[in-house]
């Protein structure tokens, strides 16, 4: 009846796929980001890493929770360096915002909009970071992210390139997917 169909169809969303159970068993948890921000005062190697963005109309809430996700992160000495490409007013108001906010976050507006090869190549060249993240204005970065990347350099330093593995979120960050290992 009815009331059976309502049973399966609550089951069904009640389960969880492989890889949300995937990420519960391996992404850190509220506690392990605290102890991570501690274990990073241990690391005897603390490079400057300099994310950047090259921005252009991003919707400014998206963009809000873009920035918000590199100040997040467990590793602090970072840069986030910006190119606007002449967005509208409230992208860049947004922008100048977090720039007072947090001085490790730099901007360079530009006069008009060039293309994300010429933005990202400006906002490149605010950077003074030892190495480079580069982030879409429309990404979120995960919490451990830069930690991740400095445990890889302490054990060594030759290290030139990492590559990360990445996924999609809903709209309304409840639901991962498309995940990309």
């Not at 809430?61 to 606007?84: G, H, K, P």
């Not at 409230?90 to 360079?108: G, M, N, V, Y």
């Not at 970071?129 to 445990?151: Q, R, S, T, Y």
Request: proline residues 3%; negative net charge.
């Amino acid at each position: 009846g009815m009331k059976a169909l309502i049973v399966k169809i609550k089951n069904k969303v009640l389960q969880r796929s492989d890889y949300q159970r995937w990420i519960i068993n391996n992404e850190p948890s509220k506690k392990d980001l605290a102890k991570q921000r501690s274990e990073v005062e241990a690391f005897d190697y603390k490079p400057l890493i300099s994310v950047i963005m090259p921005v252009w109309n991003t919707p400014v809430e998206i963009l809000e929770q873009t920035i918000r996700s590199v100040t997040e992160q467990t590793y602090s000495n970072w840069e986030l360096c910006i190119a606007d490409g002449n967005s509208n007013i409230e992208t860049q108001r947004l922008i100048s915002i977090w720039t007072e906010k947090d001085p490790r976050i730099k901007i360079k507006f530009l006069k008009k909009n060039q293309g994300i090869a010429v933005n990202t190549n400006e906002a490149l060249s605010l950077a003074q970071g030892e190495f480079i993240a580069f982030l879409d204005h429309d990404d979120l970065l995960a919490p451990f992210a830069l930690f991740e990347v400095l445990k890889s350099l302490q054990s060594n330093r030759t290290i030139d390139i990492i590559y990360s593995d990445e996924d999609l979120i809903s709209e309304n960050e409840k639901k991962r997917y498309g995940h990309h290992f």
